[in-house]
């Protein structure tokens, strides 16, 4: 239980264990491409130590008891009197996951026991003994059966389904609230059952797969004991050079960093917005002032407003900063995610991340971990081929899913890569078409794009049959939901064989967009200009008639029309211009009146009175001082289009 007096240094130390535990995993998951890396596992025996000593400090005796274990064990890996393996690797990281657990119920206020079994379990693994066969059996005694199991680990609701589709959702669910050691019983009553049917193929003793069991780990513990008698006598000069320069780092590093409660800058960047405003009015009021009278006092007021300009212009942005965090706090949960898939479903996987310290809003960070491990799951599962057929195809044994961040003007590009086989086009048609979701006319007249963007029709899946981790169809909608709701977009390049892209962006904040003024049947509205991709002159529109629905034929494309004066229920009013915009995945075109340019706004919430309201994003105030309303362009098409009109 942590006193009152202790709380606020717990708090700032669940922020270090975070860190120190995201580091140990990433370096535990480079090891095992690169077990003899010397930089690495000093650097993830410091971590470990470092989380002792803070939970040692506020008396976290569960968390002090398992991170001594492991640390002994990272000690004698990095002296060289141990050889990584998997199975040290796998404890380790199971030492990881129930720390991370331990923080939160710590935080909860409940009271956390040591974990005997993984405590023991690393002890033997230090010595390079296998880890104590009788208290498994024991356990086993205990805990038998798989309905059992989740009873024991709170997961009663996962009862009665297939043990392949319980361990999905568990592997599935965030980091933090993955339960490793209940995922580990599962995986041993998964290979139990393997084993017993190799046994009855075999036809052999039941004593051999016992002797084939034990022989790898005491070979491993004979070629533990066998190496540090090579490496012993230079370890020591090598290690001790390498830590005395690598600390200086570490500790200007640390002091560069000031944590600041989220809070307090959400309160400046309401104030910078509030002077925004007034900057854009200031210089309305300016631009009229110059207009009516011309002196030397107007040109000097000329200078100081273009000064002021150029400081509110450069405060905004430092503030907008403040907000942004490196997408590598996203990013670095994933290679355990891509991990565990892999090995799941029998396949080899290569996580690469690029762009890690490219920044953008916390609030649009904060929600797309979902939509990654959709996209990521996809990837591994649908994309990437089994290591035998990709072999017979000319390609690496091993597949490549590449999960990368970049700038381009004013938006932030996250793509989603793999070199699997790519999505089939003619495949997706016929399962649109089996749906009723196209009809054959206009499938023909469909481009490719538009038929890929299928995918992300709910309930929409190209899988077969049900797999371990998808063909329910669900997962590509809530991408595109995300993406829509913080006014980002996606795009998708596949090539049969080669492999699949998909392309998502966002701007750099919510808080401050540019925008085009536009005017409905004379009433002022805001339109986010990254939504707009051609405008054209009503005279010069060529707009039909489709199937009683209005449309408008731009280079052979059809586009559905949505009056906006009608959507808002307005009237009519008349087509000044048609905005062309992207709107989610599909092109959509809208009537206004007429445009008045564009203006750089702050976004404003509806409040509480007035509530949410489908089609209206919030309001903001003009430089000269008017309040408009900006349009949600994807909500305006969802109340419009109650079904995707395909047809």
């Known amino acids: 239980m942590i006193s009152d007096e202790m709380r606020e240094i717990f708090n700032e130390f669940l922020v270090e264990a975070e860190e120190n535990l995201q580091k140990v995993e990433e370096n535990l998951l480079e090891l095992e491409k690169d077990p003899q890396n ?18 040692g400090f506020l008396g976290l005796t569960a968390i002090v008891e398992t991170a001594h ?73 205990e805990v038998s059966t798989v309905d059992e199991l989740l009873d024991k680990f709170g997961f ?43 046994t009855k193929e075999e036809t052999k003793e039941e004593e051999k797969p016992e002797e084939k069991a034990i022989e790898p780990v005491q070979q491993v513990a004979e070629e533990k004991k066998e190496e540090p008698k090579e490496e012993k006598k230079e370890e020591p000069k090598k290690e001790e050079p390498k830590k005395e320069a690598k600390k200086p780092p570490i500790k200007s590093e640390g002091e560069k960093v000031l944590r600041i409660d989220v809070k307090k800058i959400e309160d400046l960047m309401n104030l910078v917005g509030e002077l925004v405003l007034e900057r854009n009015r200031l210089l309305r009021v300016f631009q009229k002032l110059y207009e009516e009278y011309q002196s ?46 892999a090995r799941m479903l029998g396949k080899e996987v290569e996580l690469v991340l690029e762009g890690e310290d490219a920044e953008m809003d916390k609030t649009v960070l904060e929600k797309l971990e979902e939509p990654l491990i959709h996209l990521i799951r996809n990837a591994v599962d649908h994309g990437i ?15 490549t899913v590449k999960l990368s961040a970049y700038y381009h003007g004013d938006r932030i590009f996250i793509e989603v890569f793999d070199d699997g086989r790519g999505i089939d ?45 998808s063909g329910r169809g669900v997962g590509m909608d809530v991408v595109m939901n995300t993406v829509s709701a ?25 808080g401050i967009i540019r925008s085009l003024l536009v005017s409905v049947n004379g009433r002022l509205f805001a339109i986010p200009i990254y939504s707009v991709l051609e405008i054209i002159q009503g005279e010069d529109a060529q707009i039909t008639t489709v199937s009683g629905k209005e449309v408008l034929i731009l280079r052979e494309m059809t586009i559905p029309l949505i009056n906006l004066g009608e959507a808002l229920e307005m009237g009519g009013g008349n087509v ?41 994003s919030g309001a903001t105030i003009t430089g000269d001082g008017k309040v408009v309303l900006i349009l949600d362009l994807d909500g305006i098409l969802k109340r419009e289009m109650k079904t995707i009109t395909f047809v």
């Open 38 to 55: 010397e930089e690495l596992l000093n650097a993830t025996f410091r971590a470990m130590h470092t989380l002792k000593g803070g939970a």
């Open 156 to 198: 009663s609701r996962l009862k009665g389904k297939p043990i392949e589709e319980i361990l999905e959702e568990l592997i599935l669910l965030p980091p933090d609230e993955r339960p490793a050691e209940l995922i580990e019983e599962l995986d041993k009553i998964v290979a139990q059952e393997k084993a017993k049917e190799e």
């Open 576 to 616: 000044g211009y048609v905005i062309v915009s992207q709107v989610g995945s599909q092109k959509v075109a809208f009537t206004v009146e007429d445009l008045f340019g564009d203006e750089e706004v702050v976004v404003k919430p509806l409040g509480k009175i007035i509530g949410e309201v489908q089609g209206i």
């Open 425 to 469: 086009v003619e495949k997706v048609k016929k399962k649109a078409l089996e749906k009723g979701l196209l009809t054959p006319d206009r499938a023909e007249k469909m481009t490719e794009k538009d038929i890929l963007f299928l995918i992300f029709h709910p309930g929409f899946s190209t899988a077969e049959g049900v797999s371990q981790v």
């Open 385 to 399: 081929e089994p290591p035998d057929e990709r072999e017979r195809l000319g390609k690496p044994r091993r597949g």
């Open 69 to 141: 274990a492991a640390e002994d064990v990272l000690g004698k890996l990095r002296s060289g009197e141990l050889t990584l393996t998997p199975e040290i690797n796998d404890a380790i990281l199971e030492a990881v996951d129930f720390i991370r657990n331990a923080l939160q119920r710590y935080e909860a206020g409940e009271e956390v026991e040591v974990p005997e079994d993984l405590v023991k379990k690393l002890r033997a693994l230090e010595q390079g003994q296998p880890p104590p066969q009788e208290e498994k059996k024991e356990e086993k005694k």
């Open 486 to 510: 913080f006014r980002g977009t996606i795009d998708i390049e596949t090539e049969r064989g080669k492999g699949t892209k998909i392309i998502l962006s966002f701007p750099l904040t919510v």
């Open 296 to 341: 030397k006092t107007v040109d000097e007021l000329e200078t100081v407003m273009s000064s002021l300009d150029r400081i509110v212009g450069d405060l905004q942005l430092a503030v907008m900063k403040t907000r942004m965090q490196p997408v590598k706090r996203l990013f670095q949960k994933f290679p355990r995610v891509v991990r565990d898939l």
